[in-house]
């Protein structure tokens, strides 16, 4: 009977699917370090939020998340706790607040509260080298998982925001039941690797932006055409159209250059419809142009004022990198030397072919 009791039991086990435990969603912590602070963007699941804090967000409308601001930026500063590798405690800050849907692998699609944090050393400390004493929703959901990245490193290199390069991870220590601080450790930085990165982004800014190459390529068209009488008649003959690539290419860049480098420097705040607008228009201008001539022998001067309005448009991605002067005059260089060799290098490839 012994037997029968252990044997039918096992079989019937060994015939079962085997059981999965439904997977939860981590949270996400992305850095973005700056020259003296750290930027962190929170994605939490508000399902564990609710259940490790008591604030409950899984069904209100967005419009209802301010009157829970104040807990939510409470509670968050209790569990966010950086400090220097010597235990000198940061300042934190509890930002923006806001609520979306989103889905991570296998876990289907959850709501899920972003937040944004600013983590501030004492004057002088390291943003390179920290402990971060973080234990949101850990603190109580005992099989929850954070992962922390960082996303935006200028003196490392890391300009263009896309992708993110994991530091670490922070869970429940079950062999001493609490969580461990995460050592925050991103090397050293170098002015040299931002500039080089900012080198690769101008290049990648001209070659790939749709709206500077199409706007040179409509002033360009017409380039070897003579105009006459309202109409292009006929080819100004192989020098002529070279010189004219040249003029309204330099004079683009120029532009370009002109505009990005006094709006970053300036760190004025524009808004971007007004510039989005210009630069549309500028490519309508463009194109009504190379049908029929309205500026004839004078592109150059075109593209030079509408060069200003694409400058201004790229000095609004230098404006979310929050970068110091230093830092932001290192990547001014980088960036217009690339954006002009490349400008130079996308009118000047197509000639031998054209003409």
Not at 72 to 100: C, D, E, N
């Amino acid at each position: 009977m012994a037997g029968i009791a252990i044997v039918v039991p096992a079989a019937l086990l060994l015939g079962a699917s085997p059981a999965a435990a439904h997977p939860m969603p981590h949270s996400v912590v992305q850095l973005d370090v700056y020259k003296a602070s750290v930027t962190a963007r929170l994605e939490l699941p508000v399902g564990d939020l609710a259940t490790a804090s008591g604030i409950d967000l899984t069904t209100i409308e967005p419009s209802a998340l301010p009157a829970k601001a104040t807990a939510i930026r409470a509670y968050l500063g209790r569990h966010i706790r950086p400090t220097s590798l010597k235990g000198k405690a940061w300042q934190v800050s509890i930002g923006a607040l806001s609520l979306s849907r989103t889905q991570q692998t296998s876990t289907g699609p959850y709501r899920e509260l972003v937040a944004k944090a600013v983590l501030t050393p004492p004057a002088g400390g390291d943003v390179r080298h920290f402990t971060l004493n973080y234990d949101v929703i850990v603190h109580q959901v005992v099989t929850h998982v954070t992962l922390v990245s960082v996303r935006q490193d200028w003196a490392a290199g890391r300009v263009s925001g896309e992708g993110a390069t994991q530091v670490g991870t922070i869970r429940l220590d079950v062999r001493h039941m609490s969580v461990q601080p995460l050592t925050v450790d991103l090397g050293e930085g170098s002015a040299w690797r931002g500039f080089v990165a900012m080198l690769e982004l101008g290049g990648n800014h001209i070659l790939t932006g749709t709206d500077h190459l199409l706007f040179l390529l409509i002033l360009l068209l017409p380039a070897p055409l003579r105009a006459a009488g309202g109409r292009w008649h006929g080819l100004v003959g192989a020098r002529a159209a070279l010189g004219r690539i040249g003029r309204i290419t330099l004079a683009f860049t120029a532009g370009h250059s002109v505009a990005l480098v006094a709006t970053a420097l300036s760190r004025l705040e524009i808004p971007s419809w007004p510039v989005e607008a210009f630069i549309a228009a500028s490519i309508l201008v463009g194109a009504v142009h190379a049908i029929r001539p309205l500026f004839p022998d004078r592109e150059a001067v075109v593209a030079g004022v509408f060069g200003l309005g694409h400058g201004m448009a790229f000095s609004f991605v230098l404006a979310e990198m929050h970068l110091a002067t230093g830092q932001l005059v290192f990547s001014l260089l980088g960036f217009t030397w690339a954006s002009s060799w490349s400008s130079s290098c996308w009118s000047a490839s197509p000639c031998p072919r054209c003409w």
